[in-house]
């Protein structure tokens, strides 16, 4: 491959040679950041995508989850000769800050102490996940990317880079996402973190000790309460309506009567496998806090202001967690910013969801999205 | 490759090249890819239906789905070269109030549309009765996107009204050019350009 370094590594981990200024004022040392790479960075260093995961995701996007053994997050969308074709392009993916997949969060031992941060870790915010990773890219000797890509909090990430370096981004795909949590995104997330707190065995976040019980009902709960937010009703009623799960009538109990019970009982479940309650406590904080104008004094526009970056806005017609309304409010500050800005709202019947899940449409704009970058 | 229609050559031939442009019904940006390769122009689209929109990107094109009504007062003041409004005036609801737009975010503005007093529109109503059916206005009345029916004089009345200025007019029978003399009957097809 000559000056073409090799390529696909499915997760691998970089320890920050500076500490981390973070948005709370603190700075956290020795921060380490597991990521995975997918095709061959070109000899300048040109050809780099950073995808960007939502709350619960991680850097398996295109190879098998370690823990599950499921295929990648998004392998409809990138691998070679996919809309985000690892072909042409060097696609990495970084587990966010405050995660629980080899980036340093509250699970992780604190340096001073020795012990899980638990927590003493501190607050965090989309900018600092997003710092994070530039600090990532300074260590790989990439200044500039191609793109940055992502859906759901992946896309609040992908607008804080482009506010927060946007001399690095050529092009910033936003996908079902919001430039600010809203009263009911917020109010959804402490649904969640009360489950997590109200379990017994979250004892203030220190449960890493002595073999333990991890909260995992409260977070399972969470994880039911967040997921009625992926889907919409209309595909809810579809998949599940009343239907009962494997009996004939209601047993006049609590058991899980209806499908959709058994559904959400079983996505809690598995949740809990592969995710650390404290993690989910930070991550959604950090959501909760995501306000891109909030820093521009309240003119999103501001954060985009003189921006040379190509944009691209995708909603869904059923996304109730983020609707298009917010896609429209990005849009409009970038059109007021004088940007380059595309803006679709397809169909789905999946809602949130959707961004994960086949859509024809979506490829095929990402695609031309990608390689339509006029050549300057 | 769709080719272009009549009105968008004329447009295509005078938007100077490296311009900064905004289509405005793109469709699925054949007007937009022609600016950008023949005259390397920086070209952003507008267009409502999603479906286009979504063709539009998947080729590239920078499109935003919108409504020309609503959506053109979030652009700033002459924020463009060229502001283009082809064969679109006569589909929005309040088409003075666009051309407000049009001449407000671009320095130059081009809007094109059918003449509905060409004279083979008036011998239809005159002598059928009912609601011309052509070539360029080719829907029936119940199904007709086109909701403000227009003539060369109407528009002409519009922009006088509104002391706008003409930068060019040019006129369509076919699809070849014709003389401005006679244009309100012997046009099918108008472009103008227009500055505040």
């Known amino acids: ?376 | 490759m769709t080719q272009l229609r009549p009105d968008q050559k004329i447009i295509a031939a005078h938007v100077a090249d490296g311009a900064r442009v905004l289509d405005i019904g793109c469709g699925s940006g054949v007007l937009m890819q022609e600016l950008a390769e023949a005259r390397s122009a920086d070209v952003l689209g507008m267009e409502i239906n999603p479906a286009k929109v979504a063709a539009a990107m998947a080729r590239g094109l920078s499109v935003a789905q919108g409504d020309a009504l609503k959506d053109l007062v979030h652009y700033p003041d002459q924020s463009f070269d060229y502001v283009i409004l082809s064969q679109t005036l006569q589909a929005v609801k309040r088409p003075d109030l666009v051309l407000d737009e049009l001449v407000r975010i671009g320095r130059q503005a081009f809007v094109s549309f059918p003449n509905f007093a060409h004279w083979r529109v008036r011998l239809s109503l005159l002598v059928g009765g009912r609601m011309p059916v052509t070539r360029l206005i080719p829907e029936q009345w119940y199904d007709t996107p086109n909701i403000h029916h227009v003539t060369v004089d109407d528009f002409r009345a519009l922009i006088r009204d509104k002391g706008l200025q003409q930068d060019g007019q040019w006129f369509l029978s076919g699809d070849t050019q014709t003389g401005r003399g006679a244009a309100n009957l012997m046009a099918e097809h108008a472009v103008f350009l227009l500055r505040r």
């Open chain 1, 1 to 376: 491959m000559g000056t073409m370094q090799n390529a696909d590594r499915h997760s691998q981990s970089v320890k920050l040679d500076s500490p981390l200024s973070l948005d709370c004022g603190k700075q956290l040392e020795g921060v380490e950041i597991a990521y995975a790479s997918h095709g061959a960075l070109n000899a300048d260093k040109s050809n780099a995508i950073l995808i960007c995961h939502a709350l619960t995701g991680d850097q398996y996007v295109a190879s098998d989850h370690p823990v599950t053994g499921k295929p990648g997050w998004w392998t409809r969308m990138v691998g070679p000769g996919k809309p985000i074709d690892t072909d042409r392009y060097h696609v990495i993916c970084a587990n966010v800050l405050g995660s629980c997949m080899g980036s340093t969060g509250p699970a992780s031992i604190c340096p001073v102490t020795g012990k899980p941060y638990a927590m003493d870790f501190p607050v965090i915010t989309i900018a600092d996940m997003v710092r994070a990773q530039a600090m990532l890219l300074d260590h790989l000797g990439i200044d500039r990317l191609h793109a940055v890509v992502g859906g759901s909090m992946g896309g609040m990430q992908v607008l804080s880079w482009v506010a927060q370096y946007p001399a690095r981004v050529s092009a910033a795909a936003v996908i079902a996402s919001t430039s600010r949590h809203s009263a009911q995104n917020i109010a959804f997330h402490e649904v969640g973190r009360q489950a997590i707190m109200a379990d017994p065995n979250w004892q203030g976040g220190e449960y890493y000790d002595d073999g333990g019980a991890a909260p995992s009902a409260g977070l399972a709960v969470a994880r039911m309460a967040a997921h009625i937010t992926y889907l919409s009703e209309a595909g809810l009623t579809e998949k599940f309506g009343r239907r009962l799960q494997d009996r004939d009538a209601k047993t006049f109990g609590f058991d899980a009567d209806f499908q959709i019970e058994s559904y959400l009982r079983h996505q809690g479940i598995n949740f809990v496998e592969r995710f650390d309650a404290n993690s989910y406590l930070y991550i959604t904080r950090a959501m909760d806090y995501f306000d891109l104008s909030e820093a521009h004094g309240g003119l999103l526009a501001q954060a985009f202001a003189g921006t040379s970056t190509r944009f691209c806005l995708i909603s869904f017609n059923t996304d109730w967690l983020y609707p298009t309304a917010e896609s429209r409010t990005i849009l409009q500050a970038l059109h007021a910013a004088g940007a380059d800005a595309s803006f679709v709202e397809l169909e789905s019947p999946f809602g949130h969801d959707a961004f994960l899940l086949e859509n024809a449409e979506m490829e095929a704009i990402m695609r031309g999205f990608l390689n339509g970058g006029r050549v300057v």
